[in-house]
């Protein structure tokens, strides 16, 4: 087998374990609330302690990576991933689970920072747009099963054994990518890695989204918000002074395509995250489905997306991704409008067909959005461009959540969840989606104007 092929087995099994463990424990969320009695908006940081924690280290790791060899983080990064993935399973406390999702979360920015460039680097130009589309429905197939098996684990074994199984899966995963992987050579060694400007960009990334999410507590998120966005604006001052900078602000300034894809992957990941937590907040709390069927119901989105990616990642090798990507846009931004109308009585057919229909459009977005940014730069940059890439998905995500986690706090969700809670959660389910509706409209302007690549 080809080393070509060996690493793209790698990257899309990977790609397949963290969805999975993320849509997994979607389901699982009531489940967690009610064994630690804990409320809507405490539960919404198991999901976001990871993602912020994730979206905070990427930049850096990618940098570290270009400097040390991606191979090395990539491998590292499974192994921390695979300690606080059985640390998690064994948490007696909300807090305790909350820290091992930080700790997880800083083992899957090495792992998301290097994964895409190790599979661009062995790529050709010509097959890059495929092969970035198996990766892209590995990850889907791993959001399909998510669910259906989350939900099946979650009602028989319980919610721990969620990550139990994750943990065997990395631990396969792990094995295969310390015996198969080459020690390459760094494309950037020797330069200096930017510790300053990496403490700015994590304590100013980590106090901006901290500050939204809890917005509605006062003055006090005010000030750590503005503490966060001053902290942002200095790391960015810094790094167009830099020789050798954490992040290379040249390829925003002088690169629409990459800049504007960038910004649009962003917005789409805030405008669709969160859907998956609200929907099983819906489905289970709401309408009162156990976590089996409401594991079937969820299944939709996440198979549209599987079954499309693919075929959106060969069109734009074709078709200009820009066109491809809007279109995709334009789909999910239809879904979530149509959402925002499901009620406590919405028959079960329409709840998946618009979570199809969500699903398709992040399908036709994705890989045609992935490729673009890959393309836009040259093989050196592949490290920064990957970490760019998924610094702003992770980034999107904690903005998607952190707006779920506002909208509970203005609807009153600090109690325990239960069935005296289904106005709240209704409420701000309603007002999250049509939040996620304008930013996705939003998304489809810096879509279409981010430049041709063909």
Same mark, same amino acid.
């Not at 074994?157 to 050579?185: D, H, N, P, S, Y």
């Given at each position: 087998m080809s080393y070509e092929r060996t690493v793209l087995l790698i990257v899309t099994a990977t790609s397949f374990v963290t969805p999975f463990m993320g849509s997994a424990l979607n389901i699982a969320i009531p489940a967690i609330g009610r064994e630690f009695e804990t409320s809507a908006t405490v539960l919404s940081w198991v999901a976001t302690s990871y993602i912020l924690a994730t979206a905070s280290f990427l930049l850096p790791a990618g940098r570290f990576a270009d400097i040390n060899g991606r191979?090395?983080?990539?491998?590292?990064?499974?192994?921390?991933?695979?300690?606080?993935? %059985?640390?998690?399973?064994? %948490?007696?406390?909300?807090?305790?689970? /909350?820290?091992m999702r930080v700790i997880q979360g800083m083992g899957a920015s090495l792992i998301f920072s290097t994964g895409i460039a190790l599979l661009a680097a062995v790529s050709p130009p010509e097959r890059r747009g495929r092969a970035l589309g198996y990766?892209?429905?590995?990850?889907?197939?791993?959001?399909?099963?998510?669910? %259906?098996?989350?939900?099946?684990?979650? #009602?028989?074994?319980?919610?721990? #054994?969620? #990550?139990?199984?994750?943990?065997?899966?990395?631990?396969?995963?792990?094995?295969?990518?310390?015996?198969?992987?080459?020690?390459?050579?760094? @494309?950037?060694?020797?330069?200096?890695?930017?510790?300053?400007?990496? %403490?700015?960009?994590?304590?100013?990334?980590?106090?901006?989204?901290?500050?939204?999410?809890?917005?509605?507590?006062?003055?006090?998120? /005010?000030?750590?918000? /503005?503490?966060?966005?001053?902290?942002?604006?200095? #790391?960015?001052? /810094?790094?167009?002074?830099? @020789?050798?900078?954490?992040? @290379?602000?040249?390829?925003?300034?002088?690169?629409?395509?990459?800049?504007?894809?960038?910004?649009?992957?962003?917005?789409n990941y805030s405008a669709t995250f969160a859907v998956g937590f609200l929907a099983s907040l819906h489905l289970q709390v709401v309408m009162g489905l156990d976590s089996r069927i409401s594991g079937w119901v969820m299944l939709s989105q996440p198979l549209l997306m599987a079954m499309f990616s693919p075929f959106a990642g060969r069109l734009s090798d074709r078709i200009e991704p820009r066109i491809v990507a809007s279109i995709g846009m334009a789909l999910t931004t239809v879904g979530l409008f149509l959402f925002v109308f499901v009620t406590q009585h919405t028959p079960l057919y329409i709840v998946m067909a618009q979570l199809a229909l969500i699903g398709l459009g992040f399908a036709f977005f994705s890989s045609p959005n992935n490729n673009a940014i890959m393309g836009s730069v040259g093989k050196e940059k592949y490290g920064v461009a990957a970490s760019s890439l998924a610094t702003m998905r992770m980034s999107g995500q904690a903005i998607s959540m952190s707006i779920v986690a506002l909208m509970m706090a203005a609807s009153g969700g600090n109690a325990a969840i239960g069935a005296h809670s289904i106005p709240m959660v209704l409420s701000s389910i309603r007002s999250s989606l049509m939040v996620f509706t304008v930013l996705s409209a939003v998304g489809i302007f810096f879509s279409l104007k981010r430049g041709r690549m063909h």
């Open positions: 191979s090395r983080v990539y491998t590292t990064g499974l192994l921390v991933f695979l300690m606080a993935t %059985v640390g998690c399973a064994g %948490v007696s406390s909300i807090d305790g689970l /909350i820290v990766a892209t429905a590995s990850t889907y197939i791993g959001l399909s099963a998510g669910p %259906v098996l989350g939900g099946l684990i979650s #009602f028989h074994l319980g919610w721990r #054994f969620i #990550f139990q199984f994750t943990a065997i899966l990395v631990l396969l995963v792990c094995i295969a990518a310390f015996r198969l992987l080459k020690k390459e050579m760094a @494309d950037s060694a020797g330069e200096r890695f930017d510790l300053a400007g990496c %403490v700015l960009y994590i304590s100013g990334l980590v106090l901006s989204l901290y500050g939204f999410a809890f917005l509605m507590d006062g003055w006090k998120s /005010i000030l750590i918000l /503005i503490s966060g966005i001053l902290l942002l604006a200095a #790391f960015i001052r /810094i790094e167009t002074k830099l @020789d050798h900078p954490l992040l @290379d602000i040249g390829l925003f300034t002088g690169n629409l395509t990459f800049a504007f894809s960038n910004l649009a992957a962003m917005i």
